[in-house]
C-alpha cells in the first residue's frame, strides 16, 4: 500500500500584495476588487532571488530522512503544473539528483494534469515501487514552480500562482499516512484556449464545483468511507468562493476544509496541498488514524478533478 514517509514544504517568507501585481498582469482595479473580496485573496508569495532548483532544494532540505536513505531511492518524479518551466538546455530536474546525491535513480517529469499532477506523480510512485520487487525502496515527489511568465502568474478569473515548493518521500506501506483510495476524471471538453473560446472558461467555472466534489465523493466512497468519516480536507489553494461552493455540493462543513493558506501563499501550484498537510500537522490538525483528502483540480488539455483518501 503506498504511504507518504515523509511530507515537507517551503513557502518563501516574502509576500506580494496582489494590488501590486496589476500593472504586470494587465488587471483592472474592479480586477483587484473581485480577487479580494470575492476571491478571497489578499497575498501572494515570491522569491525573486531563488532559481527553481533553489526552490525545489528548499523543500527537499527539510526531508529529515532523505539524507540517510537516499540509496534507497528508486525514482525522482517532478510533478510539474506547467508544460515548460525552464529555458532550454536547463533540466533542473536532473541537477537536483544530481545535488541530492540522486543520480543513480529514475528521474521523470509528471504533467498534463496541471494542478492536479501532484497527485498523479504520488499515484505513479506508489505503483512505480509496487513494481519495483524492492520493499525498501523509496521515491521522491517534488512539486513547485516559478512565476516566470503571465500565464505562469494568474489563473483568468480565478487565482494567482504562488512560488512555493514541496517535497514528499513515497514508500510501499508504513505506519502512517497510508493511501486508502485514489479518484481522478479527466474532462476532454474544456480543452481549448480561453482567450480564444471565452464559453470554455464560462462552462469550466460552472461546472468546477460539481466536478470536483463528484471525485472527492467517489474517493471517499472508494476507501469504503462516508463524508462524515472525513477529519479534514487538504485543498489546492485556488480561492475561497470555489471551495465554498464545492462543500455546498458535497454537504461537508468548509471548517474542515484548510483554506488558511490561501488568502496568505496563494496558489502555489502543484505544491498546494502537502503545504496545506504541513500546516495541518504543524497545527495538530490531524491525529493518528483520522483519514483525511488531499484533492485538487488542473485545467490542462481539458480539465482533471482529483481527490485522495489517506489515513493518518
Partial sequence: MTALAEVAAYVPPQRVPIESLAPELGLTPMNIKVFQRYHGLAEVSRDPDRSLLDLLMCATGQLSGLREQRERVRYVLYARSMPVVAPYPLNPLHELSE?????????????????????????????????????????????????????????????????????????????????????????????????????????????YPAALAEVIAAAVAEAGLRLDDVTLILPHNVNLVSWRRVCRKLEFPVAKVLLENVPSVGHGFCADPFINYRTAAARGLLQAGDRYVITAAGAALGATFSAMVFQH
Fill in 99 to 207: 545535488r541530492l546525491g540522486l543520480g543513480h535513480a529514475v528521474a521523470l517529469t509528471v504533467t498534463h494534469q496541471a494542478c492536479a499532477t501532484s497527485l498523479l506523480a504520488i499515484h505513479l510512485a506508489g505503483r512505480l515501487l509496487a513494481a519495483d520487487g524492492d520493499p525498501d525502496a523509496l521515491a521522491l515527489v517534488v512539486a513547485g514552480e516559478k512565476a516566470f511568465t503571465r500565464m505562469a502568474r494568474i489563473v483568468p478569473e480565478t487565482s494567482l500562482f504562488a512560488e512555493a515548493s514541496a517535497a514528499c518521500l513515497v514508500s510501499q506501506g508504513g505506519p502512517r499516512d497510508r493511501l486508502l483510495a485514489y479518484a481522478a476524471e479527466s474532462r476532454g471538453e474544456f480543452d481549448g484556449d480561453p482567450v480564444e473560446r471565452p464559453e470554455l472558461l464560462t462552462s469550466f467555472q460552472s461546472e
